[in-house]
Structures are given as structure tokens and as C-alpha cells.
């Protein structure tokens, strides 16, 4: 009876042992096994900090890709990675080996799977997702995810042209509409406002505005003093247009849902296909104006440049905000400046058409 009370006792405590230690020496594996499955977990240790390295290299390309470092940077990264990779591999190893001999030369009872190395190797009990063959691995080594809150895209916008004139109704404008247009080409970086957020984008950049005004009834610029004015062209005008040409930066706050893409070593929110509502507006400096001239002329077509100041403001500022979807967005932009300095009647550019932020 005493023999049988000793087993149920002993069964009892094996038991509740494997139930508050879960990574307690199994009973029946002995040290022979214990040995063996060390050995086969230094193969894993090996392809474990080789895809730890793919995953690095994949990130450091990815920022070399989107400008963020250069190529010569991006080497020393990668070098560095595989430096540290190489090393992990033998210190880990190292480890195996050691607790090998420990176990080769001690007996049954000698337990070491309460030490810790940098994947906390130790006996558990049945299997779990954290588990290889019976060792519990605790990959405190994994790469940190990387996050790049700030992003960069190629901004292009064209569509229709022309001004809102002190006094005038729009529909009164001396300029064509559909004749005149505008066309922007640029390139913009956008930047996470909140860290756990992306709701609010701050976006910023440089962009090349080039605005058109064709004006109607064969007329075209003149430049007399101070003022600008049209006049009735002596010839019949194939084609009369006033280009002004503006390099500036815009500034806008983005609003809009995104999705979360989280991978290994980095995580990403992204804006592809949905809705985007951006406000805001841009300041800059006029850097070329010319008005092109066709007509003919005793039989002889002619085609004709004038590159004069045309009064045209130096410095430009105005309003601008986009409806998008995807990458396509309705575009509209106005000028606060006006398009004459020192005008007696004040007119100022406006704009609408289709934008492209191609991120």
C-alpha cells in the first residue's frame, strides 16, 4: 500500500510540475535525446539569422529605393547587418555546444533548461506555436519594424485656365475657355502627422505651374508703362498666348483612411484606393513670362516670341485643395496674388483640372 501511495504521490507532483513549469525536463527523455535535438537546432539557429538578414537587406534596399540613404550607405548597412548575423551565428552556436558538453558529461538529472541564451532554449512540455522540436525558442533577436513615416511621390496636374477679373462676371472673361490651360509638374513629400495615425498627412514640396491665357477676339498683350493691356492685333492671329511660368511650394494637410500593411521587419500605411481630401495652398517666385504670336503675314506664316516682363508679379501666393481617389485627384488652385502688379484693374489666375500623385 505504502508502494502504491509513493507512485500516486509521485504522479501527482509530475503532474503539477508540468503545469506551473512549462519548460521542465519531460521524465522520460534522457540526456542522449536531449543531445540530439541541440544538435538539430543549431541548423536552425543558422537559417533562422539567415532569413533575419533577408529581411534586413529587404528593408535597407526599400529605403534605398524611396531615396532615403544613398547606395553608398545602403552597403555599409548591409555589411554591417551580415557582420552582426555572422557573429550571432557563432555565439549561438557556441551556446548549443556548450550546454552539449554539459550534458555529455553529467547525468540524467542534470538540468540546464532553466538557463537562458539569446533564444531562451529550454524543455517544454507538448507543443505550441513557439516551439522547435520540443526546445522553446523566445526570438527576443528579431529585427525591430521599421517605419517610414515620410514618403515622396511625382506630382502632375493639367486642366483649364483663366482669371477672375475685379468687376467682371467670369462668364464676361476676355480669355477662352477650354484655349487656356495650365499645366504643374512637381514633386512632393508626405509626411505622417500623428505616430499611430495616419487620418492627417503633412504635405509639402516644389512644383512648376506654367499658366495659359489665350484672349479672344484677335487680341494680345501689350505692355505700355505700368499696365497691361490687350489690344486688337493689325493682322489675322492664328494664335495669341500669354504663358507664365512659376516655381513654387506647396503646402497641404491630407485627410483620409488608410490601411495598415504590417510585414516582418516593417509596417506601412497605405492610401491606395481611397478617398483623399487635401487643403491648403502655396508660395513662390514668377521665373519666366512670354507671349507666343501666329499669323500670317504677306502669305508667310509667322510665328513670333515675346519674352518681356508683361507687369507680371514677381512673387506668386494663393489657395489650393484636391478631391482624390487612388492617385487621381480634382485639382483647383487660386492665385491671391495677382497675375499684373500695379494693375488698375486687379486679375487674378484660377485653375482647374486633374492631379496625379503617383506614390
Do not use: C
Not at 505550441?128 to 517605419?147: E, H, L, Q, V
Not at 492627417?200 to 505692355?223: C, H
Not at 492610401?271 to 513662390?284: E, V
Amino acid at each position: 500500500m505504502q508502494t502504491i501511495t509513493k507512485y500516486l504521490a509521485l504522479a501527482v507532483l509530475s503532474l503539477s510540475m508540468q503545469f506551473i513549469h512549462a519548460q521542465d525536463t519531460i521524465q522520460n527523455v534522457n540526456n542522449k535525446d536531449k543531445i540530439e535535438v541541440l544538435k538539430n537546432l543549431k541548423e536552425h539557429i543558422q537559417n533562422e539569422e539567415r532569413n533575419f538578414l533577408k529581411a534586413e537587406v529587404e528593408a535597407i534596399n526599400e529605403r534605398l529605393d524611396k531615396g532615403d540613404i544613398s547606395s553608398a550607405e545602403a552597403e555599409i548597412l548591409k555589411k554591417e547587418a551580415a557582420k552582426k548575423r555572422a557573429l550571432n551565428i557563432e555565439d549561438r552556436l557556441a551556446i548549443i555546444d556548450n550546454k552539449i558538453a554539459l550534458m555529455k558529461r553529467n547525468d540524467e538529472g542534470y538540468r540546464i533548461n532553466n538557463e537562458e541564451d539569446l533564444s531562451r532554449v529550454g524543455f517544454s512540455i507538448g507543443g505550441n506555436d513557439d516551439s522547435f522540436a520540443g526546445i522553446k525558442i523566445n526570438y527576443k533577436n528579431k529585427p525591430k519594424k521599421y517605419d517610414l513615416r515620410t514618403s515622396s511621390d511625382f506630382v502632375l496636374a493639367f486642366g483649364l485656365n483663366n482669371a477672375i477679373i475685379e468687376g467682371e462676371k467670369l462668364d464676361d472673361s476676355p480669355y477662352k475657355f477650354g484655349g487656356s490651360r495650365f499645366f504643374e509638374i512637381g514633386w512632393a513629400w508626405k509626411t505622417r502627422v500623428f505616430k499611430e495615425s495616419n487620418f492627417m498627412r503633412f504635405k509639402y514640396g516644389y512644383s512648376f505651374q506654367m499658366n495659359g491665357l489665350k484672349p479672344t477676339d484677335n487680341q494680345y498683350f501689350v505692355q505700355q508703362g505700368d499696365q497691361t493691356v490687350l489690344e486688337e492685333f493689325p493682322e489675322n492671329l492664328k494664335k495669341a498666348k500669354l504663358s507664365v511660368t512659376n516655381l513654387v511650394f506647396p503646402v497641404h494637410f491630407e485627410f483620409g483612411p488608410s490601411k495598415k500593411i504590417e510585414k516582418d521587419t516593417y509596417f506601412r500605411y497605405s492610401t491606395d484606393n481611397q478617398f483623399k481630401i487635401g487643403l491648403g495652398g502655396y508660395g513662390g517666385f514668377n521665373i519666366d513670362t512670354r507671349q507666343k504670336l501666329k499669323y500670317e503675314l504677306d502669305g508667310e506664316r509667322v510665328k513670333e516670341k515675346q519674352k518681356h516682363e508683361f507687369n507680371t508679379t514677381n512673387l506668386v501666393y494663393g489657395l489650393s485643395g484636391y478631391i482624390a481617389f487612388d492617385e487621381v485627384a480634382l485639382y483647383v488652385k487660386y492665385d491671391l496674388s495677382p497675375i499684373f502688379k500695379d494693375q488698375a484693374i486687379k486679375q487674378n489666375n484660377i485653375s482647374i483640372g486633374l492631379r496625379f500623385d503617383m506614390d
